[in-house]
């Protein structure tokens, strides 16, 4: 079945980075792109943006653009988010999600990778 | 970008109502809205996709409606079980965009 698995919980100080993975199994990874979704504490869901996972592009949302990297490693079927610089903000559980405009293609979620930042 | 416009932020219902959640799009996405939803601690879960048509598992007493650039999801008999949150997205065009949320809650 299908299935993206994230990382584990991080827990970072302001000023470090870090990277969060979303490992996927059950279908041919690069036929369809992977998106990224932040979640705040007791906050709604924010689309981050998403790559492509054949050609490797990526496209960020505007509040994403600069320390938010989306990269891949298609060889293990693997979706990476990687922040550097961290601030109090990126305090948050990130998702990965299948989402495709395919009445016959299900959407998948990742369980979610929690990013705690403090001093 | 396209705005969702999520009402309302909180429902508190009881046990057997009939209940409904509206996202207003700024612009037109056609049918490319999705509901859906979410429990403490857990991924957002597919319940409408395409406006209007049920996810697989989801319980018939979920249905989704789409009036001109209005999206509604209506659940016509709540259980226990339905409270949680609710998001809207829309997967029209780049940047997609989620609702800001519905809380249902026990009235």
């Known amino acids: 079945q299908i299935q993206l698995v994230q990382s584990g919980p991080e827990l970072k100080k302001p000023g470090e980075s870090v990277k969060i993975s979303c490992k996927a199994s059950g279908y041919t990874f690069t036929d369809y792109a992977m998106h990224w979704v932040k979640q705040a504490p007791g906050k709604g869901l924010k689309w981050m943006g998403w790559i492509n996972t054949y050609t490797g592009k990526p496209t960020y949302a505007d509040d994403f653009k600069g320390r938010f990297v989306f990269s891949l490693e298609a060889s293990a079927s693997t979706a990476n988010l990687q922040i550097s610089n961290l601030k109090n903000e990126d305090t948050a559980t990130y998702f990965c999600?299948?989402?495709?405009?395919?009445?016959?293609?299900?959407?998948?979620w990742g369980q979610g990778a929690s990013v705690t930042v403090s001093s | 970008d396209i705005q969702m416009t999520q009402a309302p932020s909180s429902l508190p219902a009881s046990l057997g109502d009939r209940v409904t959640i509206t996202c207003r799009a700024s612009q037109d996405i056609g049918n490319y809205l999705r509901w859906f939803q979410q429990k403490p601690g857990k991924s957002p879960r597919l319940m409408i996709y395409g406006a209007t048509n049920l996810a697989a598992g989801v319980p018939s007493r979920f249905s989704g409606s789409r009036s001109g650039s209005d999206y509604s999801l209506t659940i016509s008999s709540l259980e226990s079980e339905d409270m949680a949150d609710y998001y809207c997205l829309q997967s029209k065009e780049s940047p997609f965009t989620f609702g800001s949320g519905t809380k249902l809650e026990i009235k």
């Open positions: 999600a299948r989402l495709v405009n395919n009445p016959y293609v299900m959407d998948a």
